[in-house]
């Protein structure tokens, strides 16, 4: 999500406006610290032009790490 959210040239704050949150729950987002609603996830989504999985698929490496 960062990554996609750095190509729009958005800031953290920027997203959060957009989609209706603060800036924390973004970064919290981004750090896979918060879990967000689908309507959320929807929202960031059409923000950033993207799809549910180019944002929130994780790929089996990822999951590994999260495990460790």
Do not use: H
Not at 14 to 43: H, M, W, Y
């Amino acid at each position: 999500m960062k990554l996609a959210r750095i190509e729009k040239d958005l800031t953290q704050e920027d997203l959060a406006k957009i989609v209706g949150v603060t800036r924390q729950t973004i970064g919290l987002i981004e750090v896979n610290k918060f879990n967000p609603s689908l309507k959320l996830c929807i929202s960031i989504c059409k923000a950033l032009e993207k799809t549910l999985d180019q944002i929130f698929w994780e790929d089996e490496l990822d999951e590994e790490k999260d495990y460790r």
